[in-house]
């Protein structure tokens, strides 16, 4: 039995090493993705609200733990959430890419975000391992042919991963497929000033 709880207390350690609350918003989006790379199911999401202390610092919510192309959020979110944050799964030879699309967030990540019930802040701990934010807004539209995504990069890597991504922040990306054919506008886009 000595042995086991040995074991255990060093399992624990650096969960018991980590804050239990942050003074940054992108700090505590930084600390969760670190945190849930520490489990070994890397093959599935990890996600969790950040909730605001009444001393006005982050904490993290439940983390919950979702499949290869989802992570169920606690509903309804907590009171005080200023922010969720999720990972992408690290698998298969394209993980570390920075230009696999597994690197940026989903149409769904972005609509989550924008979504009435959210409209929080969404972070994204991407399987090469920077970090991205992205704040509700920050969909502009050039009438139905073009989309701009304003998101930040929260953690870099060396080299940088701006500019190899397959959406950077920023730029402008035309609402068309490969074969041409048209992209539905977001509901949620903003339209640019003329």
């Not at 000595?2 to 700090?27: C, I, Q």
């Not at 989006?29 to 093959?43: C, I, M, S």
């Not at 769904?108 to 409209?119: C, M, R, W």
């Amino acid at each position: 039995m000595a042995p086991f709880l040995v074991l255990l207390a060093g399992l624990a350690t650096p969960a018991a090493a980590l804050p239990s609350s942050y003074a940054r918003l992108d700090e505590a989006a930084v600390a969760f993705v670190d945190l849930v790379r520490t489990y070994p199911e890397q093959k599935h999401e990890y996600c969790t609200w950040l909730i605001k202390t009444p001393e006005g610092r982050v904490r993290f919510g439940t983390i919950n733990e979702g499949n290869m192309d989802k992570c169920p959020s606690t509903w309804p979110k907590p009171a005080g959430t200023v922010g969720s944050v999720h990972t992408h799964p690290i698998w298969g030879p394209s993980a570390q890419d920075a230009g696999a699309a597994g690197q940026v967030f989903s149409e769904g990540d972005f609509s989550h975000a924008e979504h009435a019930d959210v409209s929080v802040p969404a972070y994204l701990g991407a399987p090469a391992g920077h970090v991205l934010r992205y704040d509700p807004g920050g969909s502009v539209c050039q009438g139905k042919s073009f989309i701009t995504r304003r998101f930040k990069i929260v953690r870099d890597l060396s080299p940088s991963v701006r500019g190899r991504l397959p959406i950077n922040p920023d730029e402008k990306v035309a609402l068309f497929d490969l074969m041409g054919k048209a992209i539905p506008k977001p509901p949620y886009c903003l339209d640019a000033p003329r």
